[in-house]
């Protein structure tokens, strides 16, 4: 199984709405990662958890706050957000180490959860 | 910030030529990567060169890599209309706790004409 679940596909949430986005890998993966893109461009790494801990956190504002239950599920609850928060949020996992080697693969994207904030 | 700037922005050629498109970047890196995708949806990984590689093969696929210059291309060949879709390189500058970052360049939007 080389695939990253995240659900949902879509959300319509209001500005005062708390939510969810859920995002499930069963590859190993140690690393995993939120991503934010906005239409035509690139990218934006969000926040990054390795072996369940916070790694990095790419100075966002604190309406998005991550959790990572398990090695096998990363969360990402919104509250309070804005219309410029609308976005494609992805995630992602990648393996981080092998037999305690510093080692780097790809990274497995989802499909993404195509967030409106109105 | 994005380490990549990619070039050209948008490229449109007939089905069966070849696509080349450069990413440049700033700062020293450990690998490059390419990933492509389709409209809205996920990032699907194409090839991985690691800094000490000058070039790299997978398929109808072929980079390049110069470190001196920063900066790296990727070669589709005999195009598809398939391969419509956008390009993104990105570069990590080493792998351990507090850096696991990829950082993707600016992409390249490819459209192959039928």
């Known amino acids: 199984d080389t695939e990253v679940t995240q659900t949902p596909k879509h959300l319509v949430m209001g500005m005062t709405n708390k939510k969810s986005l859920k995002c499930e890998q069963h590859?190993?993966?140690?690393?995993m990662y939120w991503y934010k893109q906005k239409a035509k461009k690139p990218p934006e790494l969000m926040f990054v958890y390795s072996y369940e801990k916070l790694s990095i956190n790419e100075s966002v504002p604190s309406r998005f706050s991550p959790e990572c239950p398990n090695s096998s599920l990363l969360n990402l609850h919104l509250h309070a957000l804005q219309p410029e928060d609308s976005a494609l949020y992805l995630c992602?996992?990648?393996?981080?180490?092998?037999?305690?080697?510093?080692?780097?693969?790809?990274?497995?994207f989802g499909q993404g959860t195509r967030l409106t904030v109105v | 910030s994005q380490q990549g700037e990619e070039d050209p922005q948008a490229l449109s050629i007939q089905e069966g030529e070849n696509a080349t498109m450069n990413c440049s970047y700033k700062?020293?890196?450990?690998?490059l990567q390419w990933y492509r995708q389709n409209s809205g949806r996920g990032l699907v990984h194409l090839i991985l060169?690691?800094?000490?590689?000058r070039e790299k093969h997978s398929g109808r696929l072929r980079v390049t890599l110069d470190t001196s210059k920063k900066s790296s291309s990727l070669l589709i060949t005999a195009s598809r209309a398939a391969d419509t879709a956008s390009y993104f390189c990105?570069?990590?500058?080493?792998?351990?706790?507090?850096?696991?970052?990829?950082?993707f360049g600016t992409g390249t939007r490819l459209t192959i004409i039928p």
């Open positions: 590859m190993g993966h140690r690393a």
């Open positions: 990105a570069t990590d500058a080493g792998w351990n706790f507090g850096n696991e970052k990829l950082t």
């Open positions: 060169i690691r800094s000490n590689e």
């Open positions: 992602a996992s990648s393996q981080d180490w092998t037999s305690g080697v510093l080692y780097y693969t790809e990274a497995f």
């Open positions: 700062t020293s890196i450990n690998n």
